[in-house]
Nanobody, 125 residues
């Protein structure tokens, strides 16, 4: 059974940094995509950053390019999202998501079957 457990959210002032972690278990596949989505109040869930295990390719939403960095530690089955120069508009619940048998990153939430419980990120102005 695939499980995703996020940690690292919290309250930070604008311009600050946070690092989110997602510990994955139950993966027995070589091809999968894993990463982060977010959902702000009243808004649709959107892809933030994703990484393909097999291709090594990454995706970043335009709104976070140059500020957020996704990385993975395959030995620990953990993916990280380093978020720098945070803005109030980054405030949202951040979800870790994964899909097996997927080689190329996909930005649509419906492509992903596995989700974590979410972690809150609040950026104050």
């Amino acid at each position: 059974e695939v499980q995703l457990v996020e940690s690292g959210g919290g309250l930070v002032q604008a311009g600050g940094s946070l690092r989110l972690s997602c510990a994955a278990s139950g993966f027995t596949f070589d091809d999968y995509v894993i990463g982060w989505f977010r959902q702000a109040p009243g808004k649709e869930r959107e892809a933030v950053s994703l990484i393909s295990r097999s291709e090594g390719s990454t995706y970043y939403a335009d709104s976070v390019k140059g500020r957020f960095t996704i990385s993975s530690d395959n030995a620990k089955n953990t993916v990280y999202l380093q978020m720098d120069r945070l803005k109030p508009e980054d405030t949202a619940v951040y979800y870790c998501a994964a899909e097996v048998d997927l080689r190329t990153v996909a930005a649509a939430p419906y492509e992903y079957d596995y989700w974590g419980q979410g972690t809150h990120v609040t950026v104050s102005s």
